[in-house]
């Protein structure tokens, strides 16, 4: 795992990536695996977490693309009216303004609901339903790159302190 020099996860790089940053500098090594790399001269104990030795700004408002899975990660797989967790094939997409009633597929309209939560509100809106919203709807201004990348289970322990979510590992 590449982390920025301020620790926050960056994406995920491959062995032979995380070989190149460090041999070329660029990144100091926090954590290695058990894990070694064996050539014709040398044995390398193959680098499990990575710090950036410079900082990289990472994107900015705008650039996150709209999709089922990011607005997930944006609300923390939780269903915003009864504010439970849930695995992704047990949520869905709400519009906050129904699409009957011309409300768009945006990111300020539409929030992660469980499938009964979803059929309970119909097409209403939080208010008409008695369904408050746990998180108003917003443009995210970043999302944890990490947790596109991992799938539950797969997390190695040591990069646990890293990650913001709950949901990884």
């Not at 709209?66 to 709400?94: G, M």
């Not at 409300?103 to 009964?116: I, L, P, Q, S």
């Not at 709807?137 to 944890?144: D, K, N």
Request: proline share 8%; glycine share 2%; net charge positive.
């Amino acid at each position: 795992m590449l982390l920025n020099s301020s620790y926050e996860p960056m994406r995920i790089v491959s062995w032979q990536k995380a070989l190149i940053l460090w041999f070329q500098g660029k990144v100091e090594v926090l954590e290695y695996h058990q894990i070694f790399a064996r050539s014709v001269r040398s044995n390398h104990q193959l680098p499990s977490i990575l710090r950036l030795k410079t900082y990289v700004r990472s994107r900015s408002r705008g650039d996150i693309r709209f999709s089922r899975e990011n607005v997930y990660i944006r609300d923390d797989y939780t269903c915003q009216y009864c504010y439970e967790v849930y695995p992704t094939r047990l949520l869905t997409l709400d519009h906050v303004i129904p699409a009957s009633k011309d409300g768009k597929k945006t990111w300020t309209n539409v929030v992660t609901a469980c499938r009964e939560c979803n059929q309970k509100k119909a097409a209403r809106t939080p208010e008409q339903a008695k369904m408050p919203l746990k998180t108003p709807p917003r443009v995210p201004s970043w999302l944890p790159v990490v947790q596109w990348e991992l799938k539950p289970g797969t997390v190695p322990p040591a990069w646990l302190q890293y990650l913001a979510s709950k949901k990884v590992g």
